[in-house]
């Protein structure tokens, strides 16, 4: 199986733009859609990129998803950051074998 | 609005066993996957099954392979997890989440339940 390996924490100020990324271990990043997840303490997570690079309804433009084959990674953006975007932060990806995997996690803080 | 409620969580001793339940509304059961994540204290979340349509075809992460199993009661909107050999390393919040398909995100989520393996 492979693993997706993200940044254990990202920190930034408000109103800056911050970059995660999601690098798959084995397999092509590309053969199978990345999701993005944000969890808060206590809370179940929720979407806010699917299928590499689209919003769910709700979700502000300030997020925008990515993939790039050439690094076999998926990156989530957050511009204009604001306080309420601190979370932790998942990619979960699939693969062939029917089997789903989560990233490792990015703990996101705005200073 | 789609509802997922898990519940069946509690503090187990280890080597026993344990049923979690999740009720869905709000959306056509028997027409989504359904899949268990769990999350250890301070860690990150771990998918561990899935299960489609009319509940024949599941599959499962190689660390609770042949311990747990997934069912699913159509009838009754019911998502079920069988826990079988409980280890402390199966301590942790259980999410039940849909995904419409194989490629789908995991679009809803229930609140979770705790499981804590302990003597």
């Known amino acids: 199986n492979f693993m997706l390996t993200q940044p254990h924490s990202v920190s930034e100020s408000p109103g800056k733009t911050i970059t995660i990324s999601c690098t798959r271990s084995?397999?092509?990043?590309?053969?199978?859609?990345v999701q993005w997840y944000h969890q808060r303490p206590g809370s179940a997570p929720t979407t806010v990129i699917f299928?590499?690079?689209?919003?769910p309804s709700g979700v502000p433009d300030r997020f925008s998803g990515s993939i790039d084959s050439s690094s076999n990674s998926a990156s989530l953006t957050i511009s204009g950051l604001k306080t309420e975007d601190e979370a932790d932060y998942y990619c979960?990806?699939?693969?062939?074998?029917?089997?789903?995997?989560f990233g490792t996690g990015t703990k996101v803080t705005v200073l | 609005q789609v509802q997922l409620v898990e519940s069946g969580g509690g503090v187990v001793q280890p080597g026993r066993s344990l049923r979690l339940s999740c009720v869905a509304s709000?959306?056509?059961?028997?027409?989504?996957?359904m899949h268990w994540v769990r999350q250890a204290p301070g860690r990150g979340l771990e998918w561990l099954a899935v299960?489609?349509?009319?509940?024949?075809?599941?599959y499962y992460v190689d660390s609770v392979k042949g311990r747990f199993t997934i069912s699913r009661d159509n009838s009754k909107n019911t998502l079920y997890l069988q826990m079988n050999g409980l280890r402390a390393e199966d301590t942790a919040v259980y999410y039940c989440?849909?995904?419409?398909?194989?490629?789908?995100?995991?679009?809803?989520w229930g609140q979770g339940t705790l499981v804590s393996v302990s003597s």
């Open positions: 709000g959306f056509t059961f028997s027409d989504s996957g």
């Open positions: 979960q990806s699939y693969d062939s074998n029917n089997l789903y995997v």
């Open positions: 299960i489609w349509y009319h509940g024949n075809i599941k």
């Open positions: 299928e590499n690079n689209r919003r």
């Open positions: 989440a849909r995904g419409q398909s194989p490629s789908a995100d995991f679009d809803y």
């Open positions: 084995s397999g092509s990043i590309a053969s199978h859609y």
